[in-house]
T-cell receptor
Framework: DGGITQSPKYLFRKEGQNVTLSCEQN?????MYWYRQDPGQGLRLIYYSQIVNDFQKGDIAEGYSVSREKKESFPLTVTSAQKNPTAFYLC??????????????FGPGTRLTVL | AQKITQTQPGMFVQEKEAVTLDCTYDTSDPSYGLFWYKQPSSGEMIFLIY??????QNATEGRYSLNFQKARKSANLVISASQLGDSAMYFCAMRDPFKIQGAQKLVFGQGTRLTINP
């Protein structure tokens, strides 16, 4: 089945540690995104990537890093520089059509808790 | 900058009734897109419906329809014949065309928690 997978579902981190969240898609989508959701809030964009080996900062990129070495994979690293990393993280993908209105499809999310 | 406002933090509806979830938006761009997503307690965001700013007719997808009033800048989601499984958070989102070419940034509202009572 085509879709987006994220792992792990739950992640616990000690303060000062870096952690990496996995996002994989087999939809053959060019664009991928990372969003953060805090309790009772909407989603905010962390990073996005239009094509392989290219990515751009979103609204809240500080303390995060990404890579896009393969079309199907877009891992997110939460670094120790992120002051308040406890949140729900959602990965999404869409077909990259210039100026198009393509829908973003989301993975199941990773819930990160800093102990 | 684009902005989405959802003024209803929570709504309670009896099963089988229709429900309208409000969404207003603010943009100076004549070309934009509006999306509705459902987020059940599992956390995954499920795409429901899309409306383009130049679409002549209101979008419909099964029991979901979008009441698009361009002059009022509103894009309300209507769910007909509600079911217990409709209980979830619902988010309105707008495509932000200015900042990205190709990849489409979405700006989300705060969401409305819908509870369907049996």
């Amino acid at each position: 089945d085509g879709g987006i997978t994220q792992s792990p579902k739950y992640l616990f981190r000690k303060e000062g540690q870096n952690v990496t969240l996995s996002c994989e898609q087999n939809l053959n989508h060019d664009a991928m995104y990372w969003y953060r959701q805090d309790p009772g809030q909407g989603l905010r964009l962390i990073y996005y990537s239009q094509i392989v080996n290219d990515f751009q900062k979103g609204d809240i990129a500080e303390g995060y890093s990404v890579s896009r070495e393969k079309k199907e994979s877009f891992p997110l690293t939460v670094t120790s520089a992120q002051k308040n990393p406890t949140a729900f993280y959602l990965c999404a993908s869409s077909i990259n059509v210039l100026g198009g209105g393509d829908t973003q499809y989301f993975g199941p999310g990773t819930r990160l808790t800093v102990l | 900058a684009q902005k989405i406002t959802q003024t209803q933090p929570g709504m309670f509806v009896q099963e089988k009734e229709a429900v309208t979830l409000d969404c207003t938006y603010d943009t100076s761009d004549p070309s934009y897109g509006l999306f509705w997503y459902k987020q059940p307690s599992s956390g995954e965001m499920i795409f429901l419906i899309y409306q383009g700013s130049y679409d002549q007719q209101n979008a419909t997808e099964g029991r979901y329809s979008l009441n698009f009033q361009k002059a009022r800048k509103s894009a309300n989601l209507v769910i007909s014949a509600s079911q217990l499984g409709d209980s979830a958070m619902y988010f309105c989102a707008m495509r932000d065309p200015f900042k990205i070419q190709g990849a489409q940034k979405l700006v989300f509202g705060q969401g409305t928690r819908l509870t369907i009572n049996p």
